[in-house]
């Protein structure tokens, strides 16, 4: 084997007859055993097997390969408008970017990189402070983090921004979305949420619409709550901001894949022509008040279930065991599970254990009253969230047995039902469940 | 005049493009076939976005387009096109069957492949792929094709995306149909080995045929495509893209080469008139004024819109810009190819073409006086557009004659259909290419190669023995057919027109007669692929006779519909030629009864035939005459 280092400019004669040169490429997962990845002169990569080949090393070091930045914790950015935001990176596709010559995915955005992608952002701004705050993917997310992104936002509100970006990995942004509207009480100012759907170093990215429109917001909303400004649809020509206790992130890739569930989405921001609808008139109201009150603890003794046929109701005996002291159930239809765990629910209520029941049919609130095992259900103790999704109410019943740890299981049941942020509540007309496609034919093209 | 391309150190590259058949497409399972224009569509409006450092690097025009933020409609027909396409979905594994084909016709070009495929994102922002990149893989390497010329090294196969296509286009808006967008593509890049115009074009063909041998190639116009890089020693090296006729790449070729030694012979007549770069001046001068009773068209449309017109003075030019470059081209067409690109006007207008277009001698004489220049020696370019455009058209109009004292500039140019070329953008330094990390690297492994394995290609000898013992062709015929570039229409007859129309009419038909057609002076290449089906399937069906088939393509060469052109040829009924037999015996009867039944019928045949020929078959018009005869002479006996 010889001893080729990645930027070494080598000329290889494989096994097969072959001989190719090229600069030696870092190693990366995917690589199989035993091959080197060479970058040609004409731009491509190959693998080449290293098996019987012979290598010549022309030049050492021949490509300087970037070192990866460290954090670059805060920058501030002078900007030409007059609001005071802050812009904080917690990660995710929307951060990342690509080293052309190595492939290798870059995990933050610059400062400067920012300001090119969203020119709003300097236009808009009188002061911009963009704070390197974690570089997490956002499966990898934990209440322990909600808590640290909840005190930063907070940090950056009470030392007087007009609003906070924060930019959030898309698998589990609404679960943090929710985290900081429970923890940000009293808030003056909006704070938004956005991420990407598409990775910013192709030319199709969402990144930048996504991201133009967080300035937008922050000029012209009328509310104070903390939202996620994603693609409305598959076309470059509005974002839309969704109250974050009632968005899901809907469909694994596409740009619009996060919709407001149950509820309207709160605003419509067309980037191009910088203009701000409001669609929804109930909302926190905005008073720019930098007061806002922290309360970012999370208990990480609150488990998500689904109910499925079969469900072995030990897991619930087992989650009591452990000491969890919340269990929010994804019951089907209505809000149920198999009768036969009645019996280990009732022993979790009685040893304290606040257990929630939402739906996993997403749309429309739970009714415990219509069948027998419902009412069962709730002879033994268990709390319907109504309309409130289940991710939310997870995170609710976290925040409650976090901030309030020693209170009764009672009265943390009765404030997990009780509306603090739009969360639950509210009537559902025939526009709220969205209208899927059912083979009408489409016959004249738009535009 | 006679070229003597091997002293002038010409080299040529190509690279050639073909779509290929397969199932689906390459990096999903949306099927690779165009959509019908009645499919139900939907659309989705798009912008793409570029960092400032990509921007250096691109079609002028397209840079420019995209720091606008053009919007890019796109059109997605119901069943052709998924997720993947509409970049709302990553890419799906590669498509085995496409990689196999690939490999299977890289090993018939005698290219080895890598041992591990990354596929590469290569930045197009013009908007033909929604991602913004097409995703293109080198799959092997080395190889040659043999030629009578000399040897012609293959340095790269790569196996690519296909682009969507480009429907419409307008001011700040382009509309494509996704339907062609990822359609496997196998791209053949040959070393710049190749030294006449006429062996680029046997190379061509030759790469082709063997892709087409394959069987796995998809056929019909667009499908395959070549671009070609030329250059000659004291020249430079241009690409031309886009030459989608083969029979056209000679003369591209040989055009490229008159239009840099065009340049070159520019180049020495500057400094042979003791010009210097510098004495092309960098401001321009608002001349409106001067023309204000001009009856040029375009000078006073374009200030009625509130355009004005703007002259750059060039002192000493004086014919340099109407030079010929290349047949109906001239340096101003060259110019005003850059004046277009960088600066979106609609062209120039030079002094060497005046006076014309409605500017008169007087006119001319006006702006020689306003721009202190002399008639007899200086030259001008003028432009009619507002400011930011002139400065921009005039910018890259002044750089582009500063470089004629240089020589021959490195440009991307676009094949015009006569042959020509026009300047499309300067040559990209680097290909901006980095990884797709979409998709996992592909291990070459013997599984693959065994998939690989079973796609015979068949080298032209066994083609050769299939031809023969298989289709019936005389040796003579067969071994014709694969040393002209005809092999592939003939395979595509074959298989169109398979129990229907002999091998034997069709090679009869594209060897002899459509090729003493083109002597005769026939425009032959402006037959469709369908209508020549169309004529040989009439034939084969009975409805003409195959000694029509000339006339036939004649007719439908000149502009007449196959309808049109078969109607005069449909063969005769029995009934009708036993009409016409008897009406013409009728009409002869007293020297028929003279010369007797045997001496009568070379006699009746020759006026039979006079009347029917190419309508009905010899044979049975004989058999008709004999029968006639021999019952009209039983009567008398």
Aim: aromatic share 6%; proline share 5%.
């Amino acid at each position: 084997m010889v001893n080729v280092r990645p930027g070494d400019l080598v000329r290889v004669h494989t096994r097969a007859g072959l001989v190719v040169e090229g600069v030696v490429l870092p190693s990366t997962e995917v690589a199989s055993e035993g091959h080197v990845v060479l970058k040609l002169s004409n731009g491509y990569n190959i693998g080449v097997s290293l098996e019987g080949a012979t290598v010549e090393v022309l030049a050492e070091g021949y490509l300087r390969l970037a070192e990866h930045e460290g954090s670059q914790g805060v920058t501030v950015i002078k900007g030409e408008g007059a609001l005071r935001m802050a812009f904080v990176s917690t990660g995710g596709t929307i951060t990342s970017r690509v080293e052309y010559e190595t492939g290798a995915v870059r995990p933050a955005l610059s400062a400067g990189d920012l300001v090119e992608f969203a020119p709003e952002l300097r236009e808009l701004s009188a002061e911009l402070v963009a704070v390197d705050l974690m570089r997490k993917l956002s499966e990898n997310m934990t209440p322990e983090d909600w808590s640290r992104i909840s005190e930063e936002v907070g940090k950056r509100l009470r030392s007087g921004a007009d609003g906070v970006i924060v930019a959030h990995g898309t698998d589990t942004m609404s679960y943090t979305a929710a985290a900081l509207a429970f923890s940000l009480r009293s808030l003056g100012n909006p704070v938004v949420m956005v991420g990407a759907q598409r990775s910013s170093d192709r030319p199709s990215t969402d990144a930048l619409y996504n991201l133009r429109a967080c300035p937008i917001v922050i000029r012209d909303a009328p509310f104070a709550e903390v939202v996620v400004a994603m693609h409305g649809s598959s076309d470059d020509l509005y974002s839309l901001v969704h109250r974050g206790v009632r968005v899901r992130k809907m469909h694994s890739s596409r740009r619009d894949a996060f919709q407001t569930i149950n509820d309207l989405p709160l605003a419509k921001v067309y980037v191009n022509e910088r203009r701000f609808e409001l669609i929804n008139r109930n909302y926190i109201p905005r008073t720019g008040s930098p007061d806002v009150r922290v309360m970012s603890r999370f208990s990480d003794r609150v488990a998500l279930l689904k109910s499925y046929p079969g469900l072995d109701c030990g897991i619930i005996d087992y989650l009591v065991d452990r000491g969890y002291r919340g269990i929010v159930i994804e019951g089907t239809g209505l809000g149920h599970i198999r009768e036969e765990c009645a019996e280990s629910v009732g022993r979790a209520t009685e040893e304290g254990v606040v257990v929630a029941m939402a739906t996993q049919t997403i749309f429309g609130r739970v009714n415990m009253n219509v069948y027998t095992t419902g009412r069962r259900l709730l002879k033994v103790g268990v709390v319907p969230v109504d309309d409130m999704l289940s991710e939310v109410a997870f995170v609710k019943l976290s925040w409650l047995w976090g901030n309030y740890p020693s209170e009764d299981p009672r009265r943390i049941a009765s404030m997990l039902v009780t509306n603090m942020a739009n969360e639950i509540g509210g009537a559902q007309g025939l526009e709220t469940f969205p209208r899927w496609y059912h083979g009408d034919r489409l016959q004249e093209p738009r535009a | 005049m006679e070229i003597d391309y091997k002293s002038l150190g010409l080299r040529v590259g190509l690279e050639v493009h073909q779509q290929l058949s397969t199932k689906s497409k390459l990096f999903c399972g949306c099927p690779a076939e165009l959509a019908p224009e009645n499919a139900v569509y939907r659309e989705v409006i798009r912008n793409l976005w570029l960092g400032k450092s990509e921007l250096g690097e691109l079609d002028p025009a397209a840079a420019y387009e995209v720091a606008r933020g053009r919007r890019i409609v796109y059109r997605a027909p119901e069943g052709y096109v998924c997720l993947v396409e509409l970049d709302e979905e990553p890419p799906h594994d590669i498509n085995k069957e496409a990689l196999a084909t690939a490999l299977s016709i890289a090993r018939a070009l005698n290219a080895k492949p890598v041992d591990e495929i990354y596929v590469m994102r290569k930045i197009v922002v013009d908007g033909s792929n929604t991602c913004g990149f097409q995703r293109t893989a080198i799959i092997a390497l080395g190889g040659y094709v043999e030629d009578e010329e000399g040897t012609v090294g293959i340095q790269t196969i790569a196996l690519e995306e296909d682009a969507a296509r480009k429907v419409d286009e307008g001011p700040g808006f382009v509309v494509y149909n996704l339907d062609r967008l990822g359609i496997p593509l196998i791209e053949v890049s040959t070393a710049p080995d190749i030294r006449t115009p006429e062996q680029a074009l046997r190379v061509a063909y030759r790469i082709g045929l063997i892709m087409r041998l394959s069987g796995k190639v998809r056929r019909g116009i667009g499908t395959i495509r070549q671009d070609l890089n030329i250059s000659i020693e004291k020249g430079a090296r241009t690409e031309v893209k886009g030459v989608d006729k083969l029979e056209l790449i000679p003369k591209v070729v040989a055009y490229e080469v008159m239009r840099q030694l065009s340049l070159l012979g520019i180049k020495d007549e500057l400094h042979r008139r003791g010009l210097r770069p510098e004495d092309v001046p960098d401001s321009f001068v608002d001349v409106t004024e001067v023309l204000k009773d001009c009856e040029s068209r375009v000078v006073r449309s374009g200030v009625e819109k509130g355009m004005r017109v703007y002259a750059l003075p060039l002192p000493g030019f004086r014919g340099i810009l109407g030079t010929e470059v290349c047949p109906g081209r001239r340096f101003g067409t060259e110019l005003a190819d850059y004046a277009r690109a960088w600066g979106g006007v609609s062209g120039i207008i030079h002094s060497d073409e005046l006076p014309a277009y409605g500017i008169s001698e007087r006119d001319l004489d006006s702006i020689y006086e306003r721009l202190g220049l002399v008639k007899l020696k200086d030259a001008f370019i003028l432009i009619v557009s507002d400011r930011e455009r002139a400065e921009r058209a005039f910018s890259a109009v002044v750089d582009r004659l500063r470089y004629a004292f240089v020589g021959v500039p490195r440009e991307t140019r676009a094949a015009n259909p006569d042959g020509t070329t026009r300047y499309l953008r300067p040559q990209p330094g680097t290909a901006r290419m980095y990884p797709e990390t979409d998709i996992r690297p592909i291990r070459v492994d013997s599984s693959l190669l065994e998939e690989v394995e079973r796609i015979k290609i068949p080298k032209p000898e066994e083609v050769l023995r299939v031809l023969v013992e298989e289709h019936g062709l005389s040796r003579d015929l067969a071994a014709q057919l694969i040393r002209e570039p005809v092999l592939d229409l003939y395979l595509d007859l074959v298989d169109d027109l398979r129990g229907v129309t002999s091998p034997q009419i069709i090679a009869t038909t594209i060897l002899i007669h459509m090729k003493s057609l083109k002597r005769e002076g026939l425009s032959v290449e402006r037959v469709r692929y369908v209508d020549l089906a169309g004529i040989l399937r009439a034939v084969g069906r009975g409805e003409i006779a195959k000694e029509a088939v000339p006339e036939v393509i004649k007719a439908v060469a000149s502009g007449s519909s196959l309808e049109e052109a078969l109607k005069p040829f449909r063969t005769l009924s029995v009934e009708e030629v036993e009409r016409i037999v008897e009406s013409i015996i009728e009409s002869n009867i007293e020297t028929i009864r003279a010369r007797g039944p045997e001496r009568s019928l070379g006699f009746v045949m020759g006026r039979v035939m006079s009347v029917v020929r190419g309508r009905a078959d010899g044979a049975m018009v004989n058999a008709i005459v004999r029968k006639k005869l021999l019952s009209l002479f039983r009567e008398q006996g």
